[in-house]
């Protein structure tokens, strides 16, 4: 796992594994969206999967599964949405160099920030089991 950092706020990875969600908490990580649908592949985590992870380890999560190819208006919203509530810096799964789903959702970013819900010096976040 090699996340691309888009902004202070927000990175990008292809496939997370449930051994990653610790991984990135170490990492500095508060929350991780997952916009891959369940199923789409093989012995991919399952939607449920990541967010009993992600909880355990004390990060915030979002799921905003997304057909790739068909990124709806209304797809780009929740994950706006999604942003906007969820403490960062965050980290959202993509598909590597098939990233039509995290270029268009990407594009939305932009206009929304996360510096409300930030870790200034991002050295914890706020669900982290002390």
């Known amino acids: 796992m090699n996340p ?5 706020q927000l990175s990008i990875s292809p496939q997370l594994t449930i ?14 969206v997952v916009n ?3 199923g789409e592949e093989a ?7 990541m967010r009993r992870a992600a909880v355990a380890a004390g990060l915030g999560f979002a799921a905003i599964p997304v057909v790739r190819g068909k990124v ?11 942003l906007e509530e969820l403490e960062g810096p965050v980290i959202d799964r993509v598909l590597p160099d098939r990233g039509t789903r995290s270029d ?16 200034q010096d991002h050295s914890g976040c706020r669900l982290r089991p002390d």
Do not use: Y
């Open 4 to 8: 691309k950092r888009i902004t202070s």
């Open 19 to 32: 051994a990653d969600v610790d991984r990135l908490a170490s990492m500095g990580f508060c929350s991780i």
């Open 36 to 38: 891959r649908p369940d």
């Open 43 to 49: 012995g991919q985590p399952t939607i449920d999967e």
């Open 72 to 82: 709806t208006q209304a797809d780009v919203d929740r994950f706006g949405a999604a």
């Open 104 to 119: 268009v959702m990407g594009a939305s970013f932009s206009r929304f920030t996360l510096s409300r819900r930030s870790t």
